[in-house]
T-cell receptor, first 112, second 109 residues
Framework: IAGITQAPTSQILAAGRRMTLRCTQD?????MYWYRQDLGLGLRLIHY???????GKGEVPDGYSVSRANTDDFPLTLASAVPSQTSVYFC???????????FGPGTRLTVL | GQNIDQPTEMTATEGAIVQINCTYQ??????LFWYQQHAGEAPTFLSY????GLEEKGRFSSFLSRSKGYSYLLLKELQMKDSASYLC??????????FGAGTTVTVRA
């Protein structure tokens, strides 16, 4: 089934630990995105990639890094997690920057 | 920064019509999207407007006025399954999406 998957579904993490959230799409979309969603704040863009091999910073990039080695995968890494990074993380993809975005099921992350 | 405003909550009766307003001030404009998000799930695409006017898609319609920085999503013949959060998102001059905080619509029998 074509779509976008994320792993893990949820995670509880100790502060200071390193964590990588995985995102894979099989729609051959060029562009991919990472958002966090917090109550009352809506979705905020963390990092994006318009095509494989390129990445850019969004609205809230501090404390996060990404890579885009190929078209399908777009992992998000928290180098040293802090409690303020507790959130629901959504990965999304679009055919191009002019097209609608399709969202993955999300990862619920709790940093203690 | 981008500023996108929409009401926090709305309640309506099954079979009725509800209009969700969205106003925006962004650095450039390259289209406005509406997404639906059920509790605990991912957002799903509903509609897209880039030119002024009304776009109709079944029970859902979306309107845009670029000069006023204003859009609305109209939900007709409300059903219980329409209870969800509705997100207004604007694509700015850098082709990035900025989202409003969302409007939670509760449909009552």
């Amino acid at each position: 089934i074509a779509g976008i998957t994320q792993a893990p579904t949820s995670q509880i993490l100790a502060a200071g630990r390193r964590m990588t959230l995985r995102c894979t799409q099989d729609m051959r979309h060029n562009a991919m995105y990472w958002y966090r969603q917090d109550l009352g704040l809506g979705l905020r863009l963390i990092h994006y990639s318009n095509t494989a091999g390129t990445t850019g910073k969004g609205e809230v990039p501090d404390g996060y890094s990404v890579s885009r080695a190929n078209t399908d995968d777009f992992p998000l890494t928290l180098a040293s997690a802090v409690p303020s990074q507790t959130s629901v993380y959504f990965c999304a993809s679009s055919e191009g920057t002019l097209n609608e975005q399709f969202f993955g099921p999300g990862t619920r992350l709790t940093v203690l | 920064g981008q500023n996108i405003d929409q009401p926090t909550e709305m309640t309506a009766t099954e079979g009725a019509i509800v209009q969700i307003n969205c106003t925006y001030q962004t650095s450039g404009f390259n289209g406005l999207f509406w997404y639906q998000q059920h509790a605990g799930e991912a957002p799903t695409f509903l509609s897209y407007n880039v030119l002024d006017g009304l776009e109709e898609k079944g029970r859902f319609s979306s309107f845009l006025s670029r000069s006023k920085g204003y859009s609305y999503l109209l939900l007709k013949e409300l059903q219980m399954k329409d209870s969800a959060s509705y997100l207004c998102a604007v694509r700015d001059g850098d082709y990035k999406l900025s989202f409003g905080a969302g409007t939670t619509v509760t449909v009552r029998a």
